[in-house]
């Protein structure tokens, strides 16, 4: 009995790992944690590589964050931060918002700020970007990103990243990669066990 039961949960987790890697995966770089210093050359950012640098020599950088009197955003020509409808920068996403080939992607722009609304970057807040880029595959990637702004646009640490490894997928604002198939079955597992 107690063979059948074990039997019939490696099977379930063979299945469930099948339909996880059947379909793109969320790469996140959850503890960034970049400071993006006041200064004209900013931080030039590798994401897959995870790798930065303070000038274009940063071998296949993605974005590049600057300015000392505001947030501006430089990108390789044909990628860019996200453009929402109606606004002429960089827009801050609400978390769900779908990052994709739909978007509007600017390769030299700067981030609006205007206290108390949507779209709008703010002060003493996590904002979200949207942004693609080329991966090593030579393909577009779309990501999202977090920045922490502190009481100015001077005060900025980019806390977190996340991309879709699939080229071309959207990628929702806020998702992270969920977890394996295999740790939610043994977690199950522990929690039958205590129970009894």
Not at 155 to 168: H, K, M, N, Q, T
């Amino acid at each position: 009995m107690r063979l059948d039961r074990i039997a019939r949960h490696f099977a379930l987790a063979a299945v469930a790992l099948t339909s996880a890697n059947a379909s793109a995966a969320v790469v996140h770089w959850s503890d960034a944690n970049l400071v993006i210093p006041p200064t004209y050359a900013g931080l030039y950012i590798n994401v897959e590589l995870r790798t930065t640098g303070s000038s274009k020599s940063l071998a296949g950088w993605d974005i590049n964050p600057y300015g000392n009197g505001g947030i501006s955003w430089y990108s390789p020509t044909g990628e860019g931060v996200l453009q929402l409808p109606k606004f002429t920068g960089a827009g801050s996403l609400a978390v769900g918002y779908v990052v994709d080939a739909s978007g509007t992607y600017l390769d030299d722009t700067t981030s609006e700020f205007v206290e108390g609304f949507d779209g709008f970057w703010q002060y003493n807040a996590s904002n979200y970007f949207g942004f693609s880029f080329t991966a090593s595959d030579g393909q577009l990637h779309y990501a999202w990103g977090r920045m922490i702004v502190g009481a100015s646009e001077s005060d900025r640490v980019l806390a977190e990243i996340a991309y879709e490894s699939e080229a071309g997928v959207g990628i929702a604002v806020g998702a992270v990669p969920a977890p394996s198939a295999l740790a939610i079955l043994a977690l199950a597992g522990c929690a039958k066990r205590r129970r009894r």
